[in-house]
């Protein structure tokens, strides 16, 4: 089954630290995905991925980084955090576009105090 | 911007009854819809897909189309307390190069 980690699985902030999410993928599949879910918005695109090297901003990309340095890895990097990004964050692969599902990983609680 | 509407927002069905759950495209150029299920404090697992009109089942769970309506149907019967979930929908559009999700339905199946 396809498989993907993410670290850490909680996480408490300060107000302007900076955090790093990361994600592991063993599935070989080009496109990886960050999403944040909240309470009344459902799944939002961060930031997605089509390979190694590459990154591309999703719906609501302020305020954060990715990073895809290999096939199976992708970060997402929060430089100054904020309250207002309290939430799970999810990371997710698929083989490509289009008819492909998407595998999920566990998810990261994030609390920015 | 394209975007997924599903309803209602919240449904409670009793166990052994039908569930029905619903999500609309606003944009014509969807490719592919996806029913993905998560149970509280764990991730979407992908449900069913369905890209051609008409009807698909697999086993309690039945999902249908209409293109020209831009709109999917999930129903679920002989429902059971495991069932208890949050239910997204999920949508794929020509060249956008993303899949944009709606905000969900909330089953609940009381014993």
């Known amino acids: 089954e396809a498989a993907v980690t993410q670290s850490p699985r909680n996480k408490v902030a300060v107000t302007g630290g900076k955090v790093t999410l990361s994600c592991n993928q063993t599935?070989?599949?080009?496109?990886m995905y960050w999403y944040r879910q909240d309470t009344g918005h459902g799944l939002r695109l961060i930031h997605y991925s089509y390979g190694a090297g590459s990154t591309e901003k999703g719906d609501i990309p302020d305020g954060y980084k990715a990073s895809r340095p290999s096939q199976e890895n992708f970060s997402l990097i929060l430089e100054l955090a904020t309250p207002s990004q309290t939430s799970v964050y999810f990371c997710?692969?698929?083989?490509?576009?289009?008819?492909?599902?998407?595998?999920f990983g566990p998810g990261t609680r994030l609390t920015v105090l | 911007q394209q975007k997924v509407q599903q309803s209602p927002e919240s449904l409670i069905v009793p166990e052994g009854g039908m569930a029905s759950l619903n999500c609309t495209s606003s944009?014509?150029?969807?490719?592919y819809f996806w029913w993905y299920r998560q149970h509280s404090g764990k991730s979407p697992k992908m449900l069913m897909s369905i890209f051609s009109n008409g009807e698909k089942e697999e086993g309690r769970f039945t999902v249908h189309l209409n293109k020209a309506s831009l709109h999917t149907s999930l129903h679920i019967r002989d429902s059971q307390p495991s069932d208890s979930a949050l239910y997204l929908c999920a949508a794929s559009y020509t060249n956008a190069y993303k899949v944009i999700f709606g905000k969900g339905t909330h089953l609940h199946v009381l014993p």
């Open positions: 944009d014509r150029n969807v490719d």
């Open positions: 997710a692969s698929g083989v490509s576009w289009g008819g492909y599902e998407q595998y």
């Open positions: 599935n070989n599949h080009n496109n």
